[in-house]
């Protein structure tokens, strides 16, 4: 085989009380990429449609996790990346963790696959440590594994594959406004007071507990965030209305997906996710900010092949 093409979905990453620790992955929405495999050593990305990212190898995300791979790799192959962008970069549901993935995924595909999945997050992060300044696996593991994942470690890539409610149904709200990754980070406290430590702790914990029982009480009661949401949501126009109509609704609970400004929200059932959607829609419409909105049911296979 010396061509595959692939999906690589958006995922949502920093779940309320997981920031940097816990994603999950969607269906509807993601990238499309074409790998070839040649005779020239080397990582060639020569083309990009439907944004404006550079080419250049090391300055683009695909490119570094590609490199990142090969070197740990004794190959005379190189390999040329297409890139078709359908997930908006600064958007907040994983534009560079797909395009990382992806370029990994679809390299080691064609070498007969020397890794698992689960061992090419380590070169996937490459990729999103030049995106946000920052090592994170919290949007790269459920791209490659699906479902929800949890981070135990980041340095070490210890990621952990956490089961799926199967009745669980994500609503995305996109605002069409950027907000860098980078940018984000650097509102936040660099030291928190140890009662808010603790809360996060309880609820991130409650939270996998509730994943593994199907307890959507539990999953509820846990999606709060004490510590991030309270520093980034200023960054994001309406984001307590957004919220408060989303659990009106009846979702399970919302926040903020990955760094913003896109926000999501979990329900139980596709019904409730979509009316969770009609009402989230009503916030921006009289606003005159442009947006995009999606339902997914949570995404358990993560990037595919689709020819």
């Known amino acids: 085989m010396k061509?595959?093409?692939l999906f690589a979905p958006a995922t949502v990453a920093n779940v309320s009380c997981g920031f940097d620790v816990l994603g999950f992955c969607l269906e509807p929405i993601?990238?499309?990429?074409?790998?070839?495999?040649?005779?020239?050593?080397g990582v060639r990305i020569t083309k990009i449609v439907g944004q404006d990212l550079p080419l250049g190898t090391k300055e683009n995300v695909a490119g570094v996790?590609?490199?990142a791979l090969l070197a740990s790799l004794d190959t005379p192959y190189g390999f040329e990346i297409e890139i078709y962008k359908n997930i908006k970069a600064g958007s907040g549901i994983g534009s560079s963790a797909a395009s990382s993935a992806g370029a990994v995924f679809g390299i080691n595909e064609l070498l007969g696959r020397p890794y698992t999945r689960k061992e090419l997050i380590q070169f996937a992060m490459k990729g999103e440590e030049l995106a946000s300044g920052a090592i994170h696996a919290d949007n790269v593991s459920p791209a490659l594994l699906g479902g929800f994942t949890l981070v135990r470690c980041n340095?070490?890539?210890?990621?952990?594959?956490?089961p799926t409610p199967s009745e669980l149904y994500a609503t995305i709200i996109h605002p069409k406004i950027e907000l860098r990754t980078a940018d984000a980070r650097s509102v936040l406290?660099?030291?928190?007071?140890?009662?808010?430590?603790?809360?996060?702790?309880?609820?991130?914990a409650a939270l996998v507990s509730g994943l593994y029982t199907n307890d959507y009480g539990l999953i509820s009661r846990s999606l709060v965030d004490v510590i991030i949401e309270p520093e980034r949501s200023p960054l994001i126009p309406f984001f307590n209305d957004l919220k408060d109509v989303a659990l009106e609704a009846g979702a399970l609970g919302s926040g903020i997906s990955g760094s913003g400004p896109s926000i999501y929200a979990l329900s139980r059932g596709e019904e409730t996710a979509e009316k969770v959607r009609e009402q989230m829609e009503k916030v921006f419409q009289p606003m005159n900010i442009e947006f995009n909105t999606y339902v997914s049911k949570i995404n358990t296979e993560g990037i595919k092949i689709i020819e």
Do not use: C, F, Y
């Open 3 to 5: 061509e595959i093409k």
């Open 30 to 41: 993601g990238d499309e990429m074409i790998i070839r495999k040649t005779d020239h050593p």
């Open 65 to 67: 996790a590609a490199e």
């Open 155 to 162: 340095k070490e890539a210890d990621v952990i594959a956490l």
């Open 189 to 204: 406290k660099k030291n928190i007071p140890l009662s808010k430590a603790i809360e996060q702790w309880g609820n991130l």
